[in-house]
């Protein structure tokens, strides 16, 4: 089973910076796309942007376009999430997901993602 592993979380404050990377434990392990959604305490799970298999193609939340931006490692088996002008409402925990083989285009709903990682806290002090 392949795993997921997210990585970059952390304090910052309001109008930083962060940048989250996520990797997946198998080299050779290659998803249509790939995203990243976040959960903050008492809310339900969000997406925030995902990206083609190519890096062409990408989708982002409204409450964070122009601030976030996500891209594709060379290898294909990893994601980064640069994260810019944060503010605290982008308090949460960011996970990274995967989409299955199978699963076509850029889905925004979680339940198209097949594998996840563990999460990473992201906290954005005012």
């Known amino acids: 089973q392949v795993q997921l592993v997210e990585s970059g979380g952390g304090l910052v404050q309001t109008g930083g910076s962060l940048r989250l990377s996520c990797a997946a434990s198998d080299r050779t392990f290659s998803s249509n796309a790939m995203g990243w959604f976040r959960q903050a305490p008492g809310k339900e799970r969000e997406f925030v942007a995902t990206i083609s298999w190519s890096g062409d193609s990408t989708l982002f939340a409204d409450s964070v376009k122009g601030r976030f931006t996500i891209s594709r490692g060379n290898a294909k088996n990893t994601v980064y999430l640069q994260m810019n002008s944060l503010k605290p409402e982008d308090t949460a925990v960011y996970y990274c997901?995967?989409?299955?083989?199978?699963?076509?285009?850029?889905?925004?709903?979680?339940?198209?993602?097949?594998?996840w990682g563990q999460g990473t806290q992201v906290t954005v002090s005012s």
């Open positions: 997901a995967a989409t299955g083989r199978g699963t076509l285009g850029l889905p925004t709903t979680g339940f198209m993602y097949a594998y």
